[in-house]
């Protein structure tokens, strides 16, 4: 089964701060997304990547940036945070382009 | 564009009665793939079902879903409710595209009471 881990769990910044929230998959798989959760507005995608070194926007990706150093490794950079993007974070991972994606345990930003 | 419609919020249920979660989709792709994820309270959200064939049943964990093109639908049933089932329920279509990309709908609550 596959395995994603979110460090950290929680975190408080501040507001114009620079955060960066990691993500690391044991599973060999080549996809990873990043995703915020939002009570009325569900999941929804903000960058994602096929292969290390290369990320691709996604449906909501305005304040946010990505980075995949390794095929294990996928973090989300906010350079200038707001208090708009308080919000639970997952990160995802699958195999192929028809498999499903194996969510990591979230981390819950908050924005003061 | 591409969109998932789930119109219940919240759907509180008695234990030992069914349930039903709807589902509605819009997509201009042809081949396309429907899940539904469960999420329980402070975990990650998890695949309860999945299914890319139309008209198929498919079934787990005693819940049940059908795609049906013709209506644009996969909506989640389960014949007698359980309290373990509260959760967040989201259904999410995977486009036709590269990327595996899901679109979600913006999630049921389901609370099952004694």
């Known amino acids: 089964e596959a395995a994603v881990t979110q460090s950290p769990r929680s975190k408080v910044a501040v507001t114009g701060g620079k955060v960066t929230l990691s993500c690391h998959q044991t599973?060999?798989?080549?996809?990873m997304y990043w995703y915020r959760q939002d009570t009325g507005h569900g999941l929804r995608l903000i960058h994602y990547s096929y292969v290390a070194d290369s990320t691709e926007k996604g449906d909501i990706p305005d304040g946010y940036k990505a980075s995949r150093p390794s095929q294990e490794n996928f973090s989300l950079i906010l350079e200038l945070a707001s208090l708009s993007q308080t919000a639970v974070y997952f990160c995802?991972?699958?195999?192929?382009?028809?498999?499903?994606?194996?969510f990591g345990p979230g981390t819950r930003l908050t924005v003061l | 564009g591409d969109s998932v419609t789930q119109t219940e919020g919240l759907v509180t249920v008695t234990e030992g009665l069914p349930v039903k979660l709807n589902c509605t989709y819009q997509t201009t792709y042809l081949t396309i793939a429907f899940f539904w994820y469960v999420q329980y309270l402070n975990e990650a959200p998890q695949v309860l079902l999945k299914s890319s064939t139309d008209n198929k049943r498919t079934e787990h964990q005693g819940f049940h879903a059908t795609l049906h093109k013709s209506s644009s639908s996969f909506h989640l049933q389960k014949s007698s409710a359980q309290l373990s089932d509260s959760a967040l329920y989201y259904c999410?279509?995977?486009?036709?595209?590269?990327?595996?990309?899901?679109?979600f709908g913006i999630g049921t609550l389901l609370s099952v009471k004694p």
């Open positions: 999410a279509l995977r486009r036709g595209s590269s990327g595996n990309k899901l679109i």
């Open positions: 599973n060999n798989h080549d996809y």
């Open positions: 995802a991972s699958s195999g192929d382009n028809y498999a499903e994606q194996f």
